[in-house]
């Protein structure tokens, strides 16, 4: 149990959509990254937020988008969404830094039709 | 050239025995090292972190580290039915975080 919680667990949208999913970091953590896990593939990093500014951001379009609240949970939001945006969906916390030593959490899955 | 390479296996191995996990990297500015294990439908769960050259050991589980070859290793020694899984091994260069494709280990027992 890493103490990082996601919503919802599972999620089916149709192309076109939007989506919003939820991540509350471990408490003390200050830093919450986000990840795209498709089938038989490695998690792709999507972006990080640290003290509620985005600190580093892979190689997903601007329809990912991100927010950090003041308490650090988190959001992803996904514009227009795409068949191949179906996927798992990890965050991910830690304090940041240089060591950076990040615990998931469960993730949602999302399916889109 | 990916950031981070992983033999996706499969690798089998008999119980009691010791598996041994490779990972390459391309950024020579990486600091962090890290191995998750991820058993299928569930998210990545960290086993080990190293930051320095050389040999970290914590329980069945050591963590090799070559800055100069960009390379590495997780070996997990007796192994055990339960350590079948998938291992990914993760870099972070500055305020990136690459994962490789992982790699598919199984104990038989």
């Known amino acids: 149990e890493t103490g990082v919680t996601q919503s919802p667990t599972h999620l089916i949208k149709t192309r076109g959509q939007q989506v919003t999913l939820r991540c509350s970091s471990q408490?003390?953590?200050?830093?919450v990254s986000w990840y795209q896990q498709a089938l038989g593939q490695g998690p792709q990093f999507i972006f990080q937020?640290?003290?509620?500014?985005?600190?580093g951001r892979g190689n997903f379009p601007p329809r990912f988008s991100g927010l950090q609240f003041p308490n650090y949970s988190s959001e992803l939001n996904v514009n227009a969404l795409e068949l191949d945006d179906s996927a798992l969906y990890l965050c991910?916390?830690?304090?940041?830094?240089?060591?950076?030593?990040?615990?998931f959490g469960a993730g949602t899955r999302l399916s889109v039709l | 050239q990916k950031e981070v390479e992983q033999n996706s296996g499969p690798l089998s191995v008999p119980e009691g025995a010791i598996a041994s996990l490779n990972c390459t990297y391309s950024d020579r500015g990486s600091q962090s090292f890290f191995w998750y294990r991820q058993y299928s439908g569930k998210s990545p769960e960290l086993i080990m972190f190293?930051?320095?050259?050389g040999d970290k050991e914590d329980g069945r589980f050591t963590a090799q580290l070559n800055k100069a070859s960009q390379y590495v290793s997780l070996l997990i020694r007796d192994s055990q039915p339960s350590d079948s899984a998938t291992y990914l091994c993760?870099?972070?260069?500055?305020?990136?975080?690459?994962f490789g494709t992982g790699t598919s280990l199984t104990v038989i027992p």
């Open positions: 937020y640290y003290r509620e500014e985005e600190n």
């Open positions: 408490s003390g953590h200050n830093t």
């Open positions: 991910a916390s830690s304090l940041g830094g240089d060591k950076n030593i990040q615990y």
């Open positions: 993760a870099v972070n260069p500055s305020n990136q975080f690459y």
């Open positions: 190293i930051y320095s050259n």
